[in-house]
């Protein structure tokens, strides 16, 4: 069974600039998460797609961040402009479906960004 | 709200010495809890999982074991290898099965 697909693994951009990243997560897997990693710190969650519409996108920086999940499936995570503060590490995850107990989530190897 | 606190390293230990790494959650009702693992320039995998309490998640020898009374679960090993130094997350999945919690993760050092 293929994994959570991201990419591009790696991105070194300068502040103010954009930049997207893009998941293709488990096929058949409802649930779609973007989490933020900071450098010695445990993932953060960024926003959560059950299916194409938004769950939780309470902690994304909705002035600088975007994401999106059009047909319920791929997903792209767009920062613009971006900051110094947004190096970190990018993780896609999905999960089968909502409602399930013990319900595993799949993550990405990440993408990894560094502004400077 | 519903959250997870590990204990804090960087945790150093010779191979073949004995690991635990300690976890405790607070949450309302009756989450499930989980071991991620993360190793240099990789994402997390899952390492074990428990869903009830007194549950028992095994792997790779690893063991947690799910303790309602004590709200913990701690990771062990008997004996670690080289191979196992990594950054070690425990996570926990609210009720509804899809809201998850990460700790903050402790890094294992094995040397040899």
């Known amino acids: 069974e293929a994994g959570v697909a991201q990419s591009p693994r790696y991105k070194i951009i300068e502040k103010r600039q954009s930049v997207a990243f893009w998941c293709n997560p488990i096929?058949?897997?409802?649930?779609l998460y973007w989490y933020q990693q900071i450098l010695g710190q445990g993932p953060k969650l960024l926003i959560q797609f059950q299916n194409n519409g938004v769950v939780d996108d309470s902690q994304l920086p909705k002035d600088r961040f975007s994401a999106e999940r059009l047909k319920g499936v791929d997903s792209t995570l767009k920062i613009q402009p971006a900051k110094l503060e947004d190096s970190a590490v990018y993780l896609c995850a999905s999960s089968f479906s909502l409602g399930s107990s013990g319900n595993t989530i799949y993550f990405g190897e990440g993408s990894w960004l560094t502004v400077v | 709200g519903d959250s997870v606190t590990q204990m804090e390293g960087p945790v150093t230990l010779s191979e073949e010495a004995f690991l635990t790494i300690n976890c405790t959650y607070t949450?309302?009702?009756?989450?499930?809890l989980f071991w991620y693992v993360q190793y240099p320039g990789e994402g997390l995998q899952l390492l074990l999982k428990?869903?009830?309490?007194?549950d028992k998640g095994s792997n790779k020898g690893f063991e947690a074991t799910y303790r309602k009374e004590t709200t913990s679960f701690h990771l062990e090993k008997g004996s670690v290898q080289v191979s196992d130094s990594a950054v070690y997350f425990c996570a926990l999945s609210a009720n509804t099965g899809n809201q998850f919690y990460f700790g903050t993760g402790t890094s294992l050092t094995v040397i040899p």
């Open positions: 096929s058949g897997h409802a649930t």
């Open positions: 428990a869903t009830k309490a007194d």
């Open positions: 949450a309302t009702g009756y989450p499930s």
